[in-house]
């Protein structure tokens, strides 16, 4: 990763054609660095679900904290969102640099709202018979911008590249383009159980599972997956589980000719026992390893985590997803309310999120969590 590393811990149609006193903020990345991860530096928001006009730096780690209904959320999905939303737009490749069309439709898939007029504030999609656009725009950790406004003309989305917009993106090495789509942002998702019987679903299937929620039916794939690659990954996942559990897992032999449901055993003190019959606890940071190890990820996107752990797994949920991050080079962006993970990371990694404000900053200096929970009931 680029920049300075820092511990997490201390105390209508088809469109027509400074200095940070921290030193968090993840430097721009040098575009012949074709290994690298591309991250998101700067997320803005206009018209945005429930944001007027936000703008929010990020950094390697981000936890994200605030009242109910202030934004936390909205802010995953709109990292994962513009990503989607760039993919969608890309053309060509022309002389080196990625070529992206002004105007596209927006499957309803995309849309990271139940009904498309919740893309708006309030649903409000217009003034007058001007179309009210819905902006979402990502500054990445090569200094590169991109930026797409929606518009939703007979129920229908239509994203649009406004042309300042367009003449920068237009001037997007081909590369930091494809090291951003090969290590995308993912949603991991922080469900607690897995299913007692778990069949063997076709990498279609799985991401369509995913894709509704129903990601606690596709875990043992996904270990399946992970062992029969005989991947680090696997090994690394072994290596967690027993450091914080004292115990390991083992996927027994598949065969998807004759085999319907996979197996998987875990074992601790107590012996042998299937998976299913683990803590809620256990299962949930299995889940998100899972996620984790398999997708590759650039950005990691976590939408309270913490749920159902006690505080020692909480603060092991951290120390795992430390050592990942150093050892896979991927952001993390995390929305919490745990008092227990306020008080363990790092101040300058918290940011108190209010969509009512212009902007979130990090808490600076030595905290705790009556001062930020203070913080926050002041801004309400």
């Excluded at 849309?111 to 504030?121: G, S």
Aim: negative net charge; hydrophobic residues 40%; charged residues 20%.
């Amino acid at each position: 990763m680029g920049g300075e590393q820092s511990s997490l811990f201390g105390t209508e149609f088809e469109a027509e054609s400074a200095s940070d006193p921290m030193r968090a903020v993840i430097a721009p990345s040098s575009p012949a660095a074709e290994d690298s991860s591309v991250f998101v530096n700067e997320i803005r928001m206009a018209n945005f679900r429930g944001f007027d006009d936000f703008r929010l730096t990020l950094h390697d780690t981000n936890v994200l904290v605030g009242a109910n209904n202030s934004g936390k959320s909205t802010i995953l999905k709109a990292i994962a969102f513009a990503h989607s939303l760039m993919k969608l737009h890309f053309e060509r490749e022309r002389d080196g640099l990625a070529s992206f069309l002004p105007g596209r439709s927006v499957p309803r898939s995309l849309l990271p709202v139940a009904r498309l007029r919740d893309l708006w504030p309030a649903g409000r999609m217009r003034e007058g018979n001007r179309w009210i656009p819905s902006v979402v725009g990502l500054t990445l950790s090569t200094g590169h911008m991109i930026e797409f406004g929606v518009i939703g003309p007979w129920n229908a989305a239509t994203s649009r590249i406004e042309k300042p917009a367009l003449e920068q993106m237009n001037n997007l090495p081909i590369g930091v383009y494809e090291r951003f789509v090969k290590r995308p942002p993912v949603h991991v998702p922080a469900s607690i159980g897995i299913v007692a019987e778990e069949e063997y679903r076709t990498p279609a299937r799985r991401v369509a599972l995913a894709a509704t929620g129903r990601h606690n039916e596709i875990v043992r794939n996904y270990l399946l997956e992970l062992a029969a690659m005989r991947s680090e990954a696997f090994s690394q996942l072994k290596t967690i589980l027993q450091s914080h559990f004292g115990g390991h897992v083992e996927v027994a032999k598949f065969d998807e000719r004759v085999d319907q449901f996979i197996d998987v055993t875990y074992q601790d003190q107590a012996g042998w026992h299937d998976v299913f019959s683990s803590g809620g606890g256990f299962l949930q940071i299995l889940e998100l390893l899972c996620f984790i190890l398999r997708s590759d990820a650039g950005v990691v996107l976590l939408d309270e985590p913490d749920s159902h752990l006690h505080s020692g797994l909480q603060h092991a949920l951290m120390d795992v997803l430390e050592s990942l991050r150093n050892k896979m080079q991927f952001q993390v962006v995390m929305a919490t309310h745990s008092k227990e993970i306020i008080n363990y990371v790092d101040p300058s990694r918290i940011i108190p999120i209010d969509r009512t404000q212009s902007g979130g900053q990090p808490i600076a200096g030595h905290t705790s969590t009556v001062t930020v929970l203070k913080e926050l009931n002041d801004r309400a």
